[in-house]
């Protein structure tokens, strides 16, 4: 089992910046990949961004390419998304979620394990 748990989301104006963290616990974090995922009301779970066991392999949605920054500290078991110059369209509950094989993927259905969500807000 793997714990997750997200912070870092709030209420931010556009253009403003926050950073999400995903704090892991419970089985070797560093064997995980490791995805940020979005979901807004009344739309779907979207794919925000990836990142392998090692960080040396990164996917990114392209709504988020160039803006976003997913990175991850596996001596802290923690991964965590830089999101720069957002827009009210990232407003979403965000989530954290694991993969066992240590593969990026952009399919939810592939991921074991995903945290309770924190909220962001982007006003215009």
């Known amino acids: 089992q793997v714990q997750l748990v997200e912070s870092g989301g709030g209420l931010v104006q556009a253009g403003g910046s926050l950073r999400l963290s995903c704090a892991a616990s419970?089985?070797?974090?560093?064997?995980?990949?490791m995805g940020w995922f979005r979901q807004a009301p009344g739309k779907e779970r979207e794919f925000v961004a990836a990142?392998?066991?090692?960080?040396?392999?990164?996917r990114y949605a392209d709504s988020v390419k160039g803006r976003f920054t997913i990175s991850r500290d596996n001596a802290k078991n923690t991964v965590y998304l830089q999101m720069n110059s957002l827009k009210p369209e990232d407003t979403a509950a965000y989530y954290c979620?694991?993969?066992?094989?240590?593969?990026?993927?952009?399919?939810?259905?592939?991921?074991?394990?995903w945290g309770p969500g924190t909220q962001v807000t982007v006003s215009s």
């Open positions: 979620a694991a993969e066992a094989t240590g593969w990026i993927t952009p399919l939810a259905g592939e991921y074991d394990y």
């Open positions: 419970g089985r070797t974090f560093s064997n995980y990949a």
């Open positions: 990142i392998n066991w090692s960080g040396l392999r990164i």
